[in-house]
Each structure stands twice: as structure tokens, then as C-alpha cells.
């Protein structure tokens, strides 16, 4: 039984559509990037400081930068990849019945376009489940790179609250393991000629997301008012900056757009690690600035993006929160 889903048959209408704008990506530069690295191993140096400038920089000037010597051993990289395949290898009917309910993800249900379909399967994993019903060692292995990206994260969100003069105390208080979570993401080869998005274009709406990917290839971000591949780096995870800590930054950092572009030839994997606060958290400016964004909780927010995509079929995003 075939283990990828029904995304042919299922997006037929779409896919046949003498309108078909399949080849429509947008402007693309075609010359890979190398993103900022940061040595996370200087904070236990004398050059501290500079490296917390430097990610203070990446964030406001990229939005992405990518972290080395980041704690994440490479055995675990490589099991995590492991079971990773062996899960989404699976029969189809049976990835449903791996995790609770509406955990199993595939295309784009709100789709009406090409342009809103997404190439691609995933598993939404909450952190607050006490028990994750894959077998024992895809559990075991899932908990294990849940703790290290969780605290990898919360150490990039305190130095980026610091570098700002806010409260990391804050972050730390409202990103925990009851509201944040982790998608193990799965881009089939895409069969058809024409090109399609394994993720459709957008701006993650948490504080910030750390990427463990494959060397496939794929990702890419809006810089300069192009498409630019990200070239992937076997020693690095990479982290962009969510549109929460732009708003809470005040625009400050970088929520930047971005995308994975699917492949005919190639299928593609990736664990992501979203930092995202507890619904009642409030995000605002500083008051000795002059806010770009009102104020707004992240209930509010999240809500606001579910309507948008549910009546027009995408992410607005900030916009709708402009002061």
C-alpha cells in the first residue's frame, strides 16, 4: 500500500486547471545563500558578548541565521532522521492512528489554488503530551530532541530578550513545554512537471523556530525582493524569528517570509521546534517606544490567523495588528 497521501487524486481539480499558475514561484535568484553561522561554543568564552551581538544582528538584518556547536549530538540527529522515515513510510491509513487526533497533517484542506497547496505530510506533536504513542524508541528518541531544541531555544530567546533591554524572565516564563511544540515534516517527490510549494510562502507565528533538515535542499527565504535558496549546512540547525518577537521587538527583529519548494526528483525531511507562548501572553512594545503594532495576546492572534486562512485562504499576519 502506498505510504504517501492522496495528494494527486485528492488536488486532481486544482492540478488540472487550464489556469494552473504551477509555474508561478516568484522571482527566484537560483544562487544558494549561506546564512549567518553563529559558534554557540564562543558564550562559554571571552567572546561571549560578541556572539550575542552577532545573533542580535542575524535576527534583525536576516531574521534567519544558522547556530553550530549547538548541543544537539549528531547520533540523535541521525536516529531522529531514522525514525522519521520509518514513520512516514508507513501505509497511509495508518499514520492517522499514530497520534491523537488532527496530530497527522497532509496538503492543504482550505486550498483553493495551487498557489495554497502544500506538497507535503507532517506529524504536529504537542509538548505537553505525557505520552506519545509511537513505539518506544521513536518516543523515546522524539522526547530526547524535544528537551535539547527546547533549551536551545529558550537560551537563543533570552539572549535576543536581553539584547533588547526586556525581561528574558518573561519568555522563559511563558514558552514552556505546556504550550510549545514540534512538527516532523515530510515532502514527497512531486510528480507532476510543473513545480509545486512543499510549504507554502509565510512567517511563522511563534517567538522563534529552530530547523533540523536534511541536505536536500528546499528551503527558501524573501530577501531583497527575491527567492533565495538556503544551502543547506550538515553542522548547523537553522533558526528564524517569529512574528511574535518582531511585534514584541518592535520591529526590531525579523519575521521573514519564507518556503520550501518541492522536487521531482527528491523527497525532503525535517524536525522543526516552535517556541510558543501560553494563549494569555500579551505582546507589546516597550513603553518608552513608539509601538508599530498594538497590543494583542496570542490567543487573539492565533485566532485572527485561523479566520484569515479559513475566509481568504492565507495568513494576513501582522498586518491586521498595525498600531
Same mark, same amino acid.
Given at each position: 500500500m502506498?505510504?504517501n497521501?492522496?495528494?494527486?487524486? *485528492?488536488y486532481?481539480?486544482?492540478?488540472?486547471? @487550464?489556469?494552473?499558475?504551477?509555474n508561478?514561484?516568484?522571482?527566484?535568484s537560483?544562487e544558494?545563500?549561506q546564512?549567518?553561522?553563529?559558534d554557540?561554543?564562543l558564550?562559554? *568564552?571571552?567572546?561571549a558578548e560578541?556572539?550575542?551581538?552577532?545573533?542580535a544582528?542575524a535576527?534583525?538584518?536576516w531574521?534567519?541565521f544558522?547556530?553550530?556547536?549547538?548541543?544537539i549530538?549528531?547520533?540523535l540527529?541521525? $536516529?531522529?532522521?531514522s525514525?522519521?522515515v520509518?514513520l512516514f513510510?508507513q501505509?497511509f491509513d495508518?499514520? =492517522?492512528?499514530?497520534f =491523537?487526533?488532527?496530530? #497527522?497533517? %497532509?496538503?492543504?484542506?482550505?486550498? *483553493?489554488?495551487?498557489?495554497?497547496?502544500?506538497w507535503?505530510?507532517?506529524? /504536529?506533536?504537542?509538548?505537553?503530551?505525557? /505520552?506519545?504513542?509511537?513505539k518506544q524508541i521513536? $518516543?523515546?528518541?522524539i522526547e530526547?530532541l524535544a528537551?535539547?531544541?527546547s533549551?536551545?531555544a529558550?537560551?537563543l530567546?533570552g539572549?535576543?530578550?536581553?539584547?533588547l533591554?526586556?525581561n528574558?524572565? #518573561?519568555?522563559?516564563?511563558?514558552c514552556?513545554?505546556?504550550?510549545?511544540y514540534?512538527?516532523?515534516?515530510?515532502?514527497?517527490?512531486c510528480?507532476?512537471p510543473s513545480n509545486?510549494f512543499?510549504? !507554502? @510562502?509565510?512567517t511563522? =507565528?511563534d517567538?522563534l *523556530?529552530?530547523l533540523?533538515?536534511d541536505?536536500v535542499?528546499g528551503?527558501?527565504l524573501?530577501?531583497?525582493?527575491k527567492?533565495?535558496p538556503?544551502?543547506?549546512?550538515?553542522?548547523a540547525?537553522?533558526v528564524?524569528?517569529?512574528d511574535?518577537?518582531?511585534? %514584541?521587538s518592535n520591529?526590531?527583529y525579523?519575521s !521573514?517570509?519564507?518556503? !520550501?519548494?518541492s522536487?521531482p526528483?527528491?523527497e $525532503?525531511?525535517? !524536525?522543526a521546534?516552535f517556541?510558543c507562548?501560553s494563549y494569555?501572553?500579551i505582546?507589546? =512594545?516597550q513603553?518608552?517606544?513608539t509601538?508599530i503594532?498594538?497590543?494583542?495576546?496570542?490567543?487573539e #492572534?492565533r485566532?485572527?490567523v485561523?479566520?484569515?486562512v479559513k475566509l481568504?485562504?492565507?495568513k494576513?499576519g501582522?498586518a491586521?495588528?498595525?498600531?
Amino acid at each position: 500500500m502506498d505510504s504517501n497521501p492522496p495528494l494527486m487524486s *485528492t488536488y486532481k481539480k486544482l492540478l488540472s486547471s @487550464p489556469l494552473n499558475p504551477c509555474n508561478d514561484l516568484g522571482v527566484c535568484s537560483g544562487e544558494e545563500c549561506q546564512l549567518p553561522v553563529i559558534d554557540l561554543e564562543l558564550l562559554n *568564552t571571552e567572546n561571549a558578548e560578541f556572539c550575542k551581538t552577532d545573533i542580535a544582528a542575524a535576527a534583525a538584518d536576516w531574521g534567519f541565521f544558522q547556530v553550530v556547536n549547538h548541543g544537539i549530538p549528531s547520533d540523535l540527529l541521525d $536516529r531522529i532522521q531514522s525514525e522519521q522515515v520509518k514513520l512516514f513510510q508507513q501505509p497511509f491509513d495508518k499514520k =492517522s492512528l499514530e497520534f =491523537s487526533a488532527n496530530s #497527522y497533517r %497532509w496538503g492543504s484542506p482550505a486550498a *483553493t489554488s495551487v498557489h495554497q497547496l502544500s506538497w507535503s505530510e507532517a506529524y /504536529h506533536i504537542p509538548l505537553n503530551q505525557s /505520552h506519545l504513542p509511537f513505539k518506544q524508541i521513536a $518516543r523515546e528518541t522524539i522526547e530526547e530532541l524535544a528537551a535539547l531544541l527546547s533549551r536551545l531555544a529558550s537560551l537563543l530567546a533570552g539572549i535576543l530578550a536581553e539584547r533588547l533591554g526586556r525581561n528574558a524572565a #518573561y519568555l522563559e516564563e511563558k514558552c514552556t513545554n505546556e504550550t510549545c511544540y514540534m512538527r516532523l515534516n515530510h515532502y514527497p517527490q512531486c510528480p507532476i512537471p510543473s513545480n509545486l510549494f512543499g510549504l !507554502v @510562502p509565510h512567517t511563522d =507565528s511563534d517567538f522563534l *523556530t529552530i530547523l533540523v533538515q536534511d541536505q536536500v535542499g528546499g528551503l527558501e527565504l524573501m530577501k531583497f525582493g527575491k527567492w533565495i535558496p538556503v544551502k543547506p549546512n550538515p553542522d548547523a540547525l537553522v533558526v528564524n524569528i517569529g512574528d511574535l518577537f518582531q511585534a %514584541w521587538s518592535n520591529g526590531v527583529y525579523k519575521s !521573514v517570509e519564507h518556503r !520550501v519548494v518541492s522536487s521531482p526528483h527528491h523527497e $525532503r525531511y525535517s !524536525v522543526a521546534f516552535f517556541l510558543c507562548p501560553s494563549y494569555d501572553t500579551i505582546i507589546q =512594545s516597550q513603553e518608552t517606544e513608539t509601538p508599530i503594532y498594538r497590543r494583542f495576546s496570542f490567543r487573539e #492572534y492565533r485566532q485572527q490567523v485561523q479566520e484569515d486562512v479559513k475566509l481568504i485562504g492565507h495568513k494576513v499576519g501582522l498586518a491586521r495588528f498595525l498600531a
